[in-house]
């Protein structure tokens, strides 16, 4: 619950309330340059990037620390504690140069203790007996305790596990940034209020100086929780703002090709070369496009879905749409590979007849690729699949209306303003956007909440999910070989996954040759076994890899490598050693390998039962419904592809902790941007402002630069 009585002014220490009775807001005092004692600090702060007064109450407190108690502190540690001072005087050095150590007697409810300051003399006069300190030292028995930073607190006494602990550097300690900002408590009255007050009644929110307050000096757990959210808010906003403004200005700065017309082509190609019909996911995904392609504004949709969930077919009817409009169409993709994979897809799924297509790579033949590069800008090719090689210089377009750009988070954003750049003279084509990853829906949003999304669930009929068990006794042990013996018998095939052994590849090598060995000898005495793993020669590996293909091995042990293309729908089991070690998306994509052909699949987990991660991957076969779980799990910074995704990091703001705060952010932006486009109503001065000071030019700049 967030207080209503929330205000500023009250969540001053108590002494600069003292010094301060009534300020009015001046923001220049936020933009006064920070000044600290000692060339040393000085230059701290400046790597910390706090240049100004401002700067330092916006250095927020990453956590709080536990204090310990001075009953508590043992020989030797590094600890911080809350005490009051008894007594205090210097002590004067006998070495020369040296100032004068100053003594103090201080205690907390646990007991006394004694506490040295180094080259400090004024600190008699600063804290006099009664004074409350927050100390981070060194706790040495019998000389007291050393202390490195101190300031000023109203915390009360022993343990109060609530210091707060700022990112600190060389030179300047966490306890002596939070003097500082206890020196400069009296500016938190002028931090900005960018808020329109409507976002802030409806959302119950505190104003944001009070939260900037409260994080540094809490009064109270609810003080914190309410601050925490506050702004955690204001910082999801200001991203939703800057993604939905940067979409709004590709609309603005060209309009795509208007495609709502008669659907001969596709309807014929639906009906007649087809060969199955549409999932349920895949019709919506397709009603999803052809509502965007129907509209002038381009479009710009993410299409997830798994490996084999059918993102092609869906990729294809956008690209005939273009087709039967007379424009044409683009497919990109990140490999050479998967260009003539997906080049092959397209000819098998129009019979390589309904359209002109084409292929163009960087290792596409001088010859050729002159001819196509000719068609491409004559209007003769309708469809073109390729690399990078599309938005080089050279290709132009006649008129290119859809571009479809396959595991789009490995290209950036210079190569996807080049693609708008393809469109015909002052158009934009239409994008659809497509990633295997299933991404959670909270770091979508917060990563690519400039795209509207489309997820492809279901399975292609015929896909059978595969039953997953995880096995922990001798007995399951020894059932699970049954099983095995039971499949291959019956003439399928079946994977053994060996541990991960991340430190070292020969390790993990030499476990899976062992493993091999034992089973040939025992378990799988009389099956067929082979062998696989990265240490191999290549001819090595493409032989046990072709003779499991074959089936002339029945078995393959292996290391995860075989994550990577191995398509055997005649394999049926997958046994897993060691799983735990595994996180959850690489199970699942291991798991992946098998449930590809008519037979039904099983795959054991061998590991503890009481293993979440194992638990969610026998009872879900959704990966989307895994990565939820595994964020949840894991938490937003060790999910694994959250770098390469580039979602936004932010500094208050914890997904999937934050997800339905992010959730009321993304709805008060989108309204605000429908409302005012440009933040150019009086009550959304400030915050285009903070828009500004986060985003920069960013936030305003056109995509197509
Ligand atoms: P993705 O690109 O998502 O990995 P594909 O589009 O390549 O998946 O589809 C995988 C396979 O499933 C292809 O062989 C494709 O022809 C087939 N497929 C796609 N949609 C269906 C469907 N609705 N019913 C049956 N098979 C399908
Ligand atoms: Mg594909």
Redo the contacts with the bound molecule.
């Keep these: 619950m967030v207080p209503t009585q929330f205000a500023s002014s009250h969540r001053l220490p108590p002494h600069e309330l003292a010094e301060a009775p009534v300020r009015y807001p001046r923001p220049s005092r936020l933009a006064e340059p920070l000044k600290v004692e000692g060339q040393k600090a000085q230059q701290a702060t400046t790597s910390l990037g706090l240049l100004s007064i401002g700067d330092l109450l916006e250095h927020l407190p990453r956590d709080r620390r536990e204090a310990r108690t001075v009953a508590d502190l043992r020989p030797g540690e590094n600890a911080t504690v809350v005490v009051e001072v008894r007594s205090i005087a210097s002590r004067s050095v006998r070495r020369r140069g040296m100032r004068p150590l100053v003594e103090a007697t201080v205690a907390d409810e646990t007991g006394p203790m004694k506490v040295t300051f180094f080259n400090q003399p004024w600190l008699v006069q600063r804290y006099p007996r009664g004074t409350r300190l927050v100390l981070h030292g060194k706790f040495e028995a019998r000389n007291g305790f050393r202390v490195q930073g101190h300031a000023t607190t109203s915390e009360p006494l022993a343990g109060a596990d609530a210091v707060a602990h700022y990112p600190a550097t060389e030179g300047l300690s966490s306890t002596q940034i939070l003097a500082l900002v206890r020196r400069h408590a009296s500016a938190v009255s002028d931090v900005v209020e960018p808020l329109p007050s409507s976002v802030r009644v409806s959302e119950r929110l505190p104003d944001r100086p009070a939260a900037v307050s409260a994080s540094h000096f809490p009064q109270a757990e609810h003080d914190l929780d309410g601050g925490r959210r506050r702004l955690a808010f204001d910082e999801l906003l200001l991203a939703q703002l800057a993604l939905l403004r940067r979409r709004r200005t590709r609309h603005e700065n060209a309009t795509a090709p208007v495609l709502d017309g008669e659907r001969e082509l596709t309807e014929r190609w639906l009906r007649d070369l087809l060969p199955?019909?549409?999932?349920g996911d895949?019709q919506r995904a397709l009603e999803a496009i052809d509502r965007d392609l129907a509209s002038s504004l381009p479009m710009q949709r993410l299409l997830m879905?798994?490996?084999?969930?059918?993102?092609?077919?869906v990729a294809l009817y956008a690209l005939l749409r273009a087709v039967e409009h007379g424009f044409q169409g683009a497919l990109m993709a990140p490999t050479e590979t998967l260009a003539e994979q997906h080049f092959a897809?397209i000819q098998s799924?129009t019979g390589g007849e309904v359209v002109s297509a084409g292929l163009l790579t960087g290792s596409t033949p001088v010859a050729r690729r002159r001819d196509l590069l000719g068609k491409l800008s004559s209007g003769e090719l309708s469809l073109i699949v390729g690399t990078h090689a599309l938005i080089e210089e050279p290709v132009s377009f006649a008129r290119l209306a859809v571009a479809v750009v396959d595991e789009q988070h490995r290209f950036g954003v210079r190569q996807r303003a080049a693609l708008d750049a393809k469109g015909p003279p002052h158009q934009t084509p239409h994008i659809l956007h497509m990633t295997?990853t299933p991404i959670p829906r909270t770091l979508a949003l917060a990563g690519y909440g400039d795209l509207d999304f489309t997820l492809?669930r279901e399975l292609?009929?015929?896909r059978k999910p595969v039953q997953t068990f995880v096995c922990s006794t001798e007995r399951e042990r020894a059932r699970a070989y049954d099983r095995i013996r039971e499949e291959l018998r019956a003439g399928r095939q079946a994977f053994v996954v060996c541990p991960l052994i991340e430190e070292s590849e020969a390790l993990q090598a030499r476990a899976a040759t062992v493993e091999a060995e034992r089973l040939r000898a025992g378990e799988l005495r009389g099956f067929e076994v082979a062998l696989l793993h990265g240490q191999l020669a290549p001819a090595a590996k493409q032989g046990a890899m072709a003779a499991f293909a074959a089936g002339a091995a029945q078995v393959l042990v292996a290391t995860s490598v075989i994550e990577v293309g191995i398509d055997v729908p005649n394999a049926t089991v997958m046994l897993v050693e060691d799983a735990d070690r595994y996180g959850i998306s690489q199970l699942h994509q291991l798991r992946g390998r098998i449930g590809r052909g008519a037979h039904r699949s099983l795959c054991l987990l061998f590991g503890p039962k009481d293993s979440s991660r194992l638990r969610a991957l026998a009872a879900h076969a959704d990966g989307f419904a895994l990565a939820e779980i595994d964020l949840r799990l894991r938490g937003e910074g060790e999910l694994v592809g959250t770098r390469q995704h580039g979602l936004a990091q932010f500094r208050v703001a914890e997904l999937p902790r934050d997800g339905e705060l992010l959730e009321r952010a993304r709805a008060h932006a989108e309204r605000i941007v429908d409302e005012d486009q440009r933040l150019e109503a009086p009550e959304n001065a400030l915050l285009a402002q903070a828009l500004a000071a986060a985003y920069g030019a960013e936030a305003r700049a056109p995509i197509r630069a």
Excluded: D, I, W, Y
Aim: net charge positive.
């Design positions: 199955f019909s549409l999932t895949q879905g798994e490996v084999g969930s059918g993102k092609t077919v897809t799924l295997a492809l292609p009929r015929g």
